[in-house]
C-alpha cells in the first residue's frame, strides 16, 4: 500500500470528527430526555449543581454532560464561576419544538437505527425490506418531531401560496387528503389554518393513526379532519382539490400505482402537492450535508420500507427532481414543476 500522507491526515480528521458528531449526538438525546435543554433555556448561566436540582438528576453526571456539550460548542462556560448556559440561537435548535430550526427530534430518529440494527444488518444481506412498522416505536415521534417544525415554518407561508390557485380553493372549502399522514402534524396544520375545508389523513400504519386522532382532538380540529388506516393506492374516497404527500412518496413500494390512485381520486381541476427531500439529479450534486442525512436515512429507512412492500420500487431519499417527474409522468400527470424549494424539501405541484 502506498499510503499518501496527507490524504490519509485529512480523512483521518474528517472522521474523527464524524465520531465525535455522533457521540455529540447521543448527549443531544440524553439532554432533550432528560431536560436540560429545558431548563436551561433563558435561565442565564448555571452550574451543574443548580441544572441537578431544576431537572432531578446527578451533579457529577451533569457536570461531565456539560463539558461535553461546551467542547462541542452547544453551552458557554465561565471557568470561575463554574457555570455554563445556553445561548438563545442553540436554544432554537435543541429545546424548543415549534421553532424553525429545532433539530433534537433527529437524536430521537437517529436513536432508533441502532435499536434496529440486527433486522436492517440482514436486510442488507438478503435483500429483503424492514417495513416501516418493524422499527422501533422511537421511530415515529422522531420522525414527528423532526419533520414538523419546517412544516409550522413553510407550509401556509409559502407552500400552498405557491400552488396554482389552491389557496383560494382551501380558503372557501376544498376536500384534502394528506396521504402518508403519519402522526398527522402537517393535516391539522392545514386544517387550523382553513376553517372552511375538510381533511382526511391515510396511513397505513395503526399506531401513528391513533396518535393522528388524539392530535386532531387536542387541537380542536376533529370536526374537520379525520384519520383513517389505508394504502397511498388504494385509500377510499375521490374529488379531492388537493392532495398532499410531505416525505414520504419515496417510500412507498409502488409510487407510480400510488401516484395513478391519486390521479383517479382528483377533481379535473385538482393538485397533488408533493413535498420530497431535495437533492440534485446526480450524485455529484448532493455531497453535502443534506446529502449525508438523507443517504443515510434512504439507506437505513426508506429503501428497506420500499422493498418490504409490493414492487418495491426504492426510489430512495435522494431520488431528484428528474427522477420523480418520471414517475409522476408514468401515473399520467402532464403538468410538473418545482413551486418552491427550501434548503431541505423540493415542493413539487402535480396536476393533469
Given at each position: 500500500?502506498?499510503?499518501?500522507?496527507?490524504r490519509l491526515e485529512q480523512v483521518f480528521g474528517q472522521v474523527v470528527t464524524d465520531f465525535a458528531g455522533a457521540l455529540t449526538v447521543r448527549m443531544v438525546r440524553l439532554g432533550?430526555?432528560?431536560?436540560?435543554?429545558?431548563?436551561?433555556?433563558?435561565?442565564?448561566?448555571?452550574?451543574?449543581?443548580?441544572?441537578?436540582?431544576?431537572?432531578?438528576?446527578?451533579?457529577?453526571?451533569?457536570?461531565?454532560?456539560?463539558?461535553?456539550?461546551?467542547?462541542?460548542?452547544?453551552?458557554?462556560?465561565?471557568?470561575?464561576?463554574?457555570?455554563?448556559?445556553?445561548?438563545?440561537?442553540?436554544?432554537?435548535?435543541?429545546?424548543?419544538?415549534?421553532?424553525?430550526?429545532?433539530?433534537?427530534?433527529?437524536?430521537?430518529?437517529?436513536?432508533?437505527?441502532?435499536?434496529?440494527?440486527?433486522?436492517?444488518?440482514?436486510?442488507?444481506?438478503?435483500?429483503?425490506?424492514?417495513?416501516?412498522?418493524?422499527?422501533?416505536?422511537?421511530?415515529?415521534?422522531?420522525?414527528?418531531?423532526?419533520?414538523r417544525p419546517g412544516y409550522l415554518a413553510h407550509l401556509v407561508q409559502e407552500w400552498i401560496p405557491a400552488l396554482d390557485g389552491v389557496q383560494a380553493k382551501l380558503e372557501s372549502g376544498a376536500s384534502v387528503a394528506d396521504v402518508g399522514c403519519g402522526y398527522g402534524a402537517s393535516t391539522?396544520?392545514?386544517?387550523?389554518?382553513?376553517?372552511?375545508?375538510?381533511?382526511?389523513?391515510?396511513?397505513?400504519?395503526?399506531?401513528?393513526?391513533?396518535?393522528?386522532?388524539?392530535?386532531?382532538?387536542?387541537?380542536?380540529?376533529?370536526?374537520?379532519?379525520?384519520?383513517?388506516?389505508?394504502?397511498?393506492?388504494?385509500?377510499?374516497?375521490?374529488?379531492?382539490?388537493?392532495?398532499?404527500?410531505?416525505?414520504?412518496?419515496?417510500?412507498?413500494?409502488?409510487?407510480?400505482?400510488?401516484?395513478?390512485?391519486?390521479?383517479?381520486?382528483?377533481?379535473?381541476?385538482?393538485?397533488?402537492?408533493?413535498?420530497?427531500?431535495?437533492?440534485?439529479?446526480?450524485?455529484?450534486?448532493?455531497?453535502?450535508?443534506?446529502?449525508?442525512?438523507?443517504?443515510?436515512?434512504?439507506?437505513?429507512?426508506?429503501?428497506?420500507?420500499?422493498?418490504?412492500?409490493?414492487?418495491?420500487?426504492?426510489?430512495?431519499?435522494?431520488?431528484?427532481?428528474?427522477?420523480?417527474?418520471?414517475?409522476?409522468?408514468?401515473?399520467?400527470?402532464?403538468?410538473?414543476?418545482?413551486?418552491?424549494?427550501?434548503?431541505?424539501?423540493?415542493?413539487?405541484?402535480?396536476?393533469?
Amino acid at each position: 500500500m502506498a499510503i499518501d500522507e496527507a490524504r490519509l491526515e485529512q480523512v483521518f480528521g474528517q472522521v474523527v470528527t464524524d465520531f465525535a458528531g455522533a457521540l455529540t449526538v447521543r448527549m443531544v438525546r440524553l439532554g432533550d430526555r432528560l431536560g436540560f435543554y429545558r431548563a436551561m433555556t433563558g435561565a442565564g448561566p448555571m452550574t451543574p449543581a443548580e441544572i441537578a436540582r431544576k431537572t432531578g438528576t446527578d451533579e457529577r453526571y451533569v457536570r461531565e454532560w456539560c463539558s461535553q456539550q461546551f467542547v462541542s460548542g452547544y453551552l458557554e462556560h465561565d471557568p470561575d464561576a463554574g457555570s455554563f448556559m445556553l445561548t438563545d440561537e442553540i436554544a432554537a435548535i435543541v429545546a424548543q419544538d415549534d421553532s424553525p430550526v429545532f433539530l433534537a427530534g433527529m437524536s430521537q430518529l437517529l436513536a432508533t437505527l441502532y435499536f434496529d440494527e440486527d433486522r436492517l444488518d440482514d436486510a442488507f444481506r438478503t435483500g429483503k425490506g424492514v417495513g416501516w412498522h418493524e422499527h422501533n416505536a422511537e421511530l415515529y415521534g422522531g420522525t414527528q418531531r423532526l419533520f414538523r417544525p419546517g412544516y409550522l415554518a413553510h407550509l401556509v407561508q409559502e407552500w400552498i401560496p405557491a400552488l396554482d390557485g389552491v389557496q383560494a380553493k382551501l380558503e372557501s372549502g376544498a376536500s384534502v387528503a394528506d396521504v402518508g399522514c403519519g402522526y398527522g402534524a402537517s393535516t391539522i396544520i392545514l386544517a387550523k389554518a382553513y376553517p372552511n375545508s375538510t381533511f382526511v389523513g391515510v396511513d397505513y400504519h395503526a399506531d401513528s393513526i391513533e396518535q393522528a386522532r388524539k392530535a386532531a382532538a387536542d387541537a380542536g380540529v376533529a370536526d374537520r379532519v379525520r384519520f383513517e388506516i389505508g394504502n397511498a393506492g388504494d385509500y377510499a374516497g375521490d374529488g379531492y382539490d388537493l392532495i398532499a404527500l410531505f416525505d414520504c412518496l419515496h417510500d412507498m413500494g409502488d409510487p407510480v400505482g400510488a401516484l395513478k390512485h391519486m390521479y383517479s381520486s382528483l377533481k379535473p381541476d385538482g393538485t397533488v402537492l408533493l413535498v420530497e427531500p431535495m437533492a440534485g439529479d446526480r450524485l455529484e450534486d448532493n455531497v453535502n450535508p443534506i446529502g449525508r442525512i438523507f443517504y443515510g436515512f434512504s439507506s437505513l429507512i426508506c429503501t428497506p420500507g420500499s422493498k418490504a412492500q409490493d414492487v418495491g420500487l426504492a426510489l430512495g431519499a435522494q431520488a431528484g427532481e428528474q427522477r420523480l417527474r418520471e414517475v409522476a409522468e408514468q401515473a399520467g400527470f402532464r403538468q410538473f414543476r418545482r413551486a418552491t424549494e427550501t434548503p431541505v424539501n423540493l415542493i413539487l405541484e402535480l396536476r393533469r
